[in-house]
């Protein structure tokens, strides 16, 4: 194994696209370690992108902010202006591990990885935010939600390296939540999990919604109905109902140790009806 | 495997060192180094008990290649005592006896100092929280909780 620490995201692409054996991409390495340590994967080649110029900033950006593909979750957490503007994007972001893993993982290695169940995923997803990918020929620009593509697959090509993620401005009514389940307080992997992200309009209503749900798919999903029965409402009882409905027909779990489809299917509604109400609450929404 | 040199600052002293591009810094710091506090306990970032700080972040040293450490400032259990004086933690969790064989007290000690740094004066939720990804198997974490209480009061001025 050859261990590259590249200089530029477009030394880092040039080696990713010139290897011709297995290549991890080292951020965090939260996974990547993990996975060399099982034996999972052998790579021949490693190329480090924490020390690409500017990979582990936050940095405004025409009213929201772009993070470094490097930013470590609990610095993300520690940014006063990112938690104010995607409160849900943090906090899902800010489940993921320990302390420890916290000091390490990224939002970008969360969603390389390519787990459904990624905590920080349907947040990013819910927030329409924007991978800036380096690649052999060139730097493009890909919604969030179009890089899962099935359980520890992306839609990244080879030699392509996420460089940063934009999570968009936002109107001032507005607000986000990420909640999910598991069978104990921290440290676990989500059964099922929800964000929302929600705008409201100038008489209080919800005038944009965006429902995803993890852990309940071969990738997290965006529940299109779902976010259409919350417009124009003030999510009372029967328009909340109409939203679990439409998560749950969204569902299409595994059946393990950990859930059952029946009790994924029905958690994701749940959860999709609290992320909505604590969104609604966070957007200056009164009922 | 070609070995690459490395070039960091440990508990404040400048060391240099060779590991294998796969190598962890946990591995290098037990292997190469004889700083042999930090311990393996799962090796992949559950236990805490390989806990140091990086930068001034805590991190599980076996999630850490030993490569990505150039240029580093690292901290280890080692660096916790001022010679023979020992950290006020490191003397509650003996007045405590909050701990039993011990493979996850220098993870634990290393873990609470960064909390308390954070945060001088932590509830016992905080403290449960962030030392969640530090397992000991003897104690039940009654009286880790107890002892962190214990010296945060001590260093506080409490």
């Keep these: 194994m050859r261990y590259l620490a590249a200089r530029s995201a477009r030394e880092a692409a040039e080696a990713l696209s010139a290897e011709t054996g297995v290549t991890r991409i080292l ?47 609990a610095v993300l957490g520690e940014h006063a202006g990112v938690v104010a503007l995607w409160p849900g994007v943090v906090e899902g972001a800010n489940l993921i591990g320990s302390t420890q893993v916290q000091g390490r993982c990224t939002m970008a290695g969360n969603l390389c990885n390519g787990s459904p169940a990624g ?7 819910a927030a329409n935010a924007i991978a800036r990918l380096e690649g052999p020929t060139g730097t493009r620009e890909c919604p969030v939600a179009e890089i899962p593509a099935g359980p520890g697959r992306t839609t990244l090509k080879k030699g392509e390296v996420i460089t940063s993620i934009l999570l968009p401005a936002r109107p001032e009514r507005a ?51 779902a976010g259409a029965a919350l417009i124009g409402s003030r999510l009372d009882d029967a328009v909340l109902a109409r939203l679990a409905a439409a998560c749950e027909a969204a569902c299409n779990p595994i059946d393990d140790k950990r859930g059952t489809v ?8 749940v959860l999709a009806r609290r992320a909505a109400l604590i969104a609604y609450a966070r957007a200056g929404g009164s009922k | 495997m070609k070995s690459i040199p490395v070039s960091t600052t440990i508990n ?11 190598e962890t810094l946990l591995d ?14 799962c090796g ?31 901290a280890t259990i080692e660096g916790m005592a001022d010679g023979d004086e020992l950290h006020p933690l490191q003397r509650h969790f003996i007045d405590h006896a909050a701990l039993q064989c011990g493979i996850c007290t220098p ?41 962190v209480q214990a010296a945060a009061a001590e260093m506080r001025g409490a």
């Design chain 2, 28 to 41: 290098a710091l037990r292997g190469r180094l004889g700083l042999t506090g930090a311990k393996e306990g």
């Design chain 1, 262 to 269: 029946a009790f994924r299917t029905r958690t994701a509604g």
């Design chain 2, 44 to 74: 992949t970032g559950d236990c805490g008990a390989c806990s140091v700080t990086l930068n001034g972040r805590l991190v599980c040293s076996c999630l850490v290649l030993g490569a990505e450490a150039e240029g580093a400032e690292i």
């Design chain 1, 175 to 225: 607000g986000d939540a990420y909640l999910r389940f598991i069978p104990r307080t921290e440290m676990d992997i989500a059964v099922a999990s929800a964000a929302v992200s929600l705008e409201l309009g100038t008489d209080g209503t919800v005038a944009a919604a965006r429902v995803v749900l993890g852990a309940v798919a071969p990738t997290v999903v965006v529940v299109e109905s």
């Design chain 1, 119 to 125: 905590d920080a995923v349907p947040g990013l997803v």
């Design chain 1, 27 to 73: 951020a965090g390495g939260t996974d990547v370690l993990v996975q060399l340590k099982s034996g999972i994967v052998e790579p021949d080649l490693i190329v480090d992108i924490k020390r690409i110029p500017g990979i582990a900033e936050i940095v405004p950006e025409a009213g929201g902010f772009r993070i470094g593909a490097a930013v470590p979750n």
């Design chain 2, 107 to 147: 993870g634990i000690l290393v873990a609470a100092k960064a909390l308390l740094e954070k945060d001088p004066n932590p509830t016992d939720e905080d403290v449960r929280y962030w030392l969640a990804g530090n397992l000991c198997r003897c104690t039940g974490y009654d009286k880790i909780i107890r002892a």
């Design chain 2, 12 to 22: 404040g002293d400048p060391c240099e060192f060779l590991c294998a591009p796969d």
